[in-house]
């Protein structure tokens, strides 16, 4: 990266009290990067309407974070959000497009055609089936599209992954985002328990219960 | 008749003349995939001579994703969701043509309550549209305010349709035999709010952006598209009203309750960026009026007449069916060999045929005029492609 | 200019004194029944002298084309060329089916006629693979240059794609 | 208050003669004192354009980095210094680097001359108005090589218009800026200012100040390319024309350098046609000018000055851009005819002395003559 920053950890960490000066320096530039992701303005379908063009509008307000100064130039953005379906004649663009970018950089794919291919996945013959079979992605936005609210906490979750993630020491570090995902005070174990329980809990079949349920339907059918 | 042989792009540009009287080199630019101004992924090839375009070679392709190729594999309910995603500023729209020919293939029947709240929220979309447009055009000349305010505005129909359909923007809603869910009960109440809510708006969006002289300068002479060019480039809806032809489907072939309502098709007199500018700003007054007409009289009755499980059987021919988006002419062909699933559906898009009208009317001018004729046609890059 | 572009109302033929129009102007285009709207069938060598009669006959006046398509056959080994012609002036509207072999799809362009045409013949060349004689500019509008194959013909296969699991 | 106006380099200049360090002193704090005072006031403006333009559209801006979001310029200013520095491959690596720092310079050297306040101007040079409209001239230079040495075809042609726009704007610029010398028969800052202690020349130039003030205005947004100048960046059409291949540092040289222009104009406007840090004094009313002069200059400089940035945020967020074309022809066919003839009605005004308050040291008394020459006056 910049000239600064990698020589700045070889130079700081022999000295006294080097480390903790580091890791004050760490949550200074985590913070700047993480409370000004400029977002670059690409959009490719529908959900550029939503993600890039309703969240920045009046009432959703992506400004409100430091995310609005929506840079035309890839040198001069972030975050490339990857509004829309990504097609094969696309696919070397984008990775144009990212590679242009300027370190650090930050993805996030929205929609289920940038997540997987989404409505187009079957019997297409140019629809990339994922944004990240041809760039990196760091969060994930499902929806079809998604809404302006869900983008704001992809860009929420991409903000704790910056803070909490790479320090200058161990640059490219990254913060796994289904962790940095979770509200505060939870952890990734008190999700795996109520996953369990739910698979327990629809394992089990009451059949009195079941009984009721069907007779309710059947006379919902008569009538 | 012999076979040519295909060429490509690079032999495309080689093979185009080069013109320079003053001894000045031109030079070609490319304008997107990713550019501020093409809204999504359209590519223009620019042949500049300094700032004055002199040819313009639009490149697609970069958002195809096969839909027609897709719909041969789905059945008939299933076709209408993947036309959300071609214009997904007219989704209903795009909708309604599909359903159309498929209830004609398949004998479908409607009542008045279906057809009036399919024309209900056509015009809903074709006003939300044009919000989203007169924005975005705003934010082409320049000023970005226009953005925010079509948006604030915008944001109010979007709250309707989400009470009743559920979605915002790729809505699903019109569906072989009916709409999807009964309108809200608050429907009425909600857009009678939003038209007095927004009547006054529509004003407000004159003063700011209409009256301003730059926008005025910007836009008069600009692009112009005579009315015989608009034709036979293929040009339909607001860009060939915008040009003198006052055709208008739901006045030529009134479908849904257009027929029984009062309504006027603005035209233009000029064909430039202005009248085209004008004539969408008069569209959406007159969509306030047709709706004004229907609101209260939405006839008592079912709003779906097919099972939902039902399976959808078409006998084998051909059928083809267009209607009015907020862009033009949507049209969809069906061959049918009979059974479940189409043999071959075409969708004739109203931003593809409207697309080349711009390889007409940008040479001569500067780099930023084609930007304002680019917005003054109101593509939406995914219904080019499909 | 633009006045006398404006539709007529009320001057619209019947389909079936459509189908007779045609007919006259080309003995050997047989009627469509099994199109919902008026429709006839001719020959690839008929095509282009109907094509242009079409759209200058001051009865006909088909000024708009409004899409143009193919449909692939291959139990038939053809191609099947659609126009869908509308004449704004008139208020009507006609299909017209041209039949090309599919082995040697080749095709007379009508750009000439309806300029639009130049694109969406293009479109059809891209996804069928139908080359048009006398185009001005045939390259491939969607898919890249260098790609093989006709997408949108019945029996094109791709590695890539995948079908849906029933 | 003593309003006599002692910039810093001359109140320097004293010191030095008794203690000769005394000129590192001055250099030293003036550097670190003109650096964090650009540096503060880049940040700022930055943040109220961001909060400005959101409230001009419905919206509440920068909210959640620091109270009201006003930490929201440190962090960017912070990400755009540890940002990968990306120099195009075949750009001319010279020229790309130097860009941005000549931008930025001419700026810097435009604000040393400015009177801020009647002690607070690091140098009053005699030709102020001069120097300030040449240094500012380098702004151009910069945005020129950075859009050529790009390798970039959006870029060259984001510098080509620049150029000609800001050249052809310049003269406009020159001819309003003439007029409040006339007005003040001095080139030096500082007098002017002074010239203005009965009155601004807004006022009392009977209309040539206003029309001088207007073009002023209007010549100021197109020489730092501000809506509805902005066709040199226009996004809509240029991408993001000059500074497409910029990012990190670079970028944010040229990001600051455009919003400190605009401090620049604010400023000149000011110091021109506002009286600079003169409260609003009228003519010899002694109570009045009293009760004004209970606000310090240093207040009434940074209000005016605001005022006027107000006004080019408001044109920014309101107005779209004109062609290239449309813009040489304001400038060409509008604009300077006007310049020209309200200079031409401008110096018939000073000439016959009808202006309220008229100074007695208006240029009807003779020159002296150099050294050298016969006594007499007249020409060898």
């Not at chain 2, 009203?241 to 009062?262: C, F, I, N, T």
């Not at chain 2, 229907?294 to 097919?306: A, N, S, T």
Request: aromatic residues 10%.
């Amino acid at each position: 990266m910049g000239l600064v920053t990698d020589h700045l950890p070889g130079a700081l960490l022999p000295l006294p009290g080097g480390g903790a000066l580091l890791t004050a320096i760490d949550q200074v530039v985590n913070w700047s990067r993480a409370n000004s992701l400029w977002p670059l303005t690409f959009g490719t379908s529908c959900c550029a309407i939503e993600v890039m063009m309703a969240t920045g509008a009046a009432r959703h307000d992506l400004a409100r974070f430091g995310a609005e100064v929506a840079r035309p130039s890839p040198r001069q953005a972030d975050l490339l959000i990857i509004a829309g379906t990504i097609v094969k004649k696309m696919a070397p663009r984008l990775r144009t497009l990212w590679e242009q970018m300027a370190e650090p950089r930050y993805v996030i794919a929205t929609g289920s055609c940038a997540i997987s291919g989404g409505p187009f996945l079957y019997h297409s013959y140019t629809t990339i089936r994922g944004a990240d079979e041809v760039i990196p992605v760091d969060v994930y936005v499902p929806g079809c599209p998604p809404r302006p609210e869900a983008l704001l906490y992809g860009l929420l979750t991409l903000q704790k992954m910056i803070r909490e993630g790479s320090t200058l020491a161990r640059p490219g570090q990254v913060r796994r985002p289904v962790l940095a995902a979770l509200p505060d005070g939870m952890t990734l174990d008190d999700v795996r328990a109520e996953i369990a329980a739910l698979v327990q809990e629809t394992a089990t079949v009451d059949r009195k219960a079941a009984a009721a349920v069907g007779a309710a339907f059947a006379a919902q059918d008569r009538v | 008749m012999t076979a040519p042989a295909p060429t490509t792009l690079r032999a495309r540009l080689d093979a185009t003349p080069w013109a320079s009287p003053l001894g000045t080199q031109e030079y070609f630019v490319n304008m997107g995939p990713q550019h501020p101004s093409t809204h999504g992924v359209l590519r223009l090839v620019l042949k500049l001579d300094g700032e004055t375009v002199r040819e313009v070679v639009p490149v697609l392709g970069y958002i195809h994703r096969g839909i027609e190729k897709i719909c041969e594999h789905s059945n008939y309910r299933q076709l209408v969701h993947l036309t959300d995603r071609m214009d997904y500023l007219s989704a209903l729209a795009n909708n309604w043509a599909v359903t159309r020919v498929v209830e004609k293939a398949a004998g479908l029947e409607t009542n008045g309550r279906i057809e009036a709240i399919r024309t209900l929220v056509t015009e809903l979309q074709r006003i939300h549209s044009h919000q989203l447009w007169w924005g975005v055009f705003g934010m082409d000349l320049g000023a970005f305010t226009p953005f925010f305010y079509g948006f604030r505005d915008r944001e109010i129909l979007t709250d309707v349709f989400e009470r009743t359909i559920g979605g915002r923007l790729t809505l699903n809603y019109i569906q072989p035999g009916g709409v999807m869910h009964d309108i809200h009960p608050e429907f009425v109440r909600d857009v009678k709010a939003f038209m007095a809510v927004f009547r006054p708006r529509l004003d407000e969006y004159e003063a700011l952006l209409s009256e301003n002289v730059i926008v005025q300068e910007r836009l008069r002479g600009v692009g112009v598209l005579s009315a015989a060019d608009a034709v036979a480039l293929g040009a339909t809806g607001p860009v060939l009203r915008a040009s003198g032809v006052a055709h208008d489907l739901r006045k030529a072939e009134p479908y849904g309750l257009y027929g029984q309502v009062q309504f006027d098709v603005p035209i233009g007199s000029r064909g430039d960026c202005w009248d085209r500018y004008a004539v969408r700003m008069c569209e959406m007054r007159q969509s306030l009026r047709i709706v004004d007409q229907l609101i209260d009289h939405i006839p008592e009755g079912k709003h779906f007449l097919v099972k939902p499980a039902a399976k959808i059987k078409v006998q084998p021919g051909v059928w083809y069916s267009h209607l009015e988006t907020a862009r033009g002419v949507l049209g969809a062909m069906l061959v049918s060999t009979g059974g479940e699933a189409p043999y071959r559906v075409h969708l004739r898009t109203p931003n593809f045929n409207n697309l080349w009208t711009v390889t007409a009317m940008a040479p001569g001018g500067r780099v930023g005029d084609l930007v304002a004729i680019l917005s003054s046609l109101d593509l939406v890059v995914p219904d080019i492609d499909r | 200019m633009a006045a006398d572009l404006l539709p007529l109302a009320g001057l619209a033929l019947s389909p079936d004194a459509l189908v007779a129009a045609v007919q006259l102007l080309c003995p050997a285009a047989q009627a469509r029944p099994d199109c919902d709207r008026p429709a006839v069938k001719v020959t690839v060598g008929d095509w282009p002298e109907l094509a242009g009669r079409l759209r200058a006959h001051a009865d006909l006046l088909f000024d708009l084309l409004e899409t143009h398509t193919a449909i692939d056959w291959p139990e038939s080994g053809r191609i099947e060329l659609v126009y869908l012609l509308t004449s704004l002036r008139r208020g009507h509207h006609l299909t017209v089916f041209v039949d090309i072999p599919r082995d040697d799809p080749v095709a007379p362009s009508v750009c000439a006629v309806w300029p639009v045409a130049q694109w969406q013949e293009r479109e059809v060349y891209d996804l069928f693979g139908v080359r048009y004689a006398d185009h001005p500019d045939l390259r491939r509008l969607f898919l890249d240059d260098d790609w093989q194959g006709f997408p949108l013909r019945k029996d094109y296969a791709d590695a890539f794609m995948l079908d849906r699991p029933s | 208050m003593s309003l006599e106006p002692q910039s810093l380099a001359s109140r320097t200049a004293a010191a030095v003669d008794a203690e000769p360090w005394m000129a590192i002193a001055f250099l030293a704090a003036s550097v670190v004192g003109v650096a964090a005072f650009v540096t503060v006031l880049g940040l700022v403006l930055i943040y109220a354009e961001r909060k400005i333009a959101a409230h001009f559209q419905c919206r509440v801006g920068p909210y959640r980095v620091g109270p009201h979001g006003t930490l929201q310029a440190v962090a960017d200013a912070i990400k755009l210094l540890l940002k990968e520095d990306v120099v195009p491959a075949g750009a001319d690596r010279l020229l790309h680097i130097l860009a941005p720092v000549l931008s930025f310079a001419g700026m810097v050297l435009c604000i040393v001359a400015l009177p801020l306040g009647p002690h607070a101007q690091v140098v009053d040079l005699d030709i102020g108005v001069l120097y300030v409209a040449a240094v500012a001239g380098l702004g151009v230079i910069g945005i020129l090589l950075g859009g050529w040495s790009s390798h970039n075809k959006w870029s060259l042609l984001g510098a080509m218009r620049a150029g000609a726009q800001i050249i052809s704007y310049e003269l406009s610029a020159m001819l309003a800026l003439l007029v409040a010398v006339l007005f003040s028969g001095t080139l030096q800052l500082s007098g002017i200012v002074l010239a203005q202690q009965e009155g601004w020349w807004i006022w009392r130039a009977h209309g040539a100040g206003v029309v001088a003030f207007a073009l002023f205005v209007v010549a100021g947004t197109a020489e730092i390319n501000r809506t509805p100048f902005d066709l040199a960046e226009g996004e809509s059409e240029l991408t993001a024309g000059f500074h497409t291949e910029y990012s990190g540092l670079r970028f944010a040289f040229f990001f600051l350098a455009e919003f400190l222009n605009l401090f620049v104009v604010a400023a000149m406007v000011t110091t021109l046609f506002l009286g600079g840090w003169m409260p609003l004094h009228i003519g010899q009313w002694a109570a009045w000018n009293a009760a004004m002069d209970l606000l310090p200059p240093g207040l009434w400089f940074a209000g005016k000055a605001a005022a006027v940035v107000f006004l080019l945020m408001w044109f920014r967020w309101t107005f779209p851009r004109l062609r290239v074309d449309q813009l040489m022809r304001l400038e060409w066919k509008v604009l300077l005819p006007i310049g020209f003839a309200n200079l031409f009605f401008a110096a018939g005004l000073v000439v016959s002395g009808w202006y309220f308050f008229p100074t007695d040291a208006a240029p009807t008394a003779p020159l002296p003559a150099p050294a050298g020459w016969p006594s007499d006056g007249a020409a060898p």
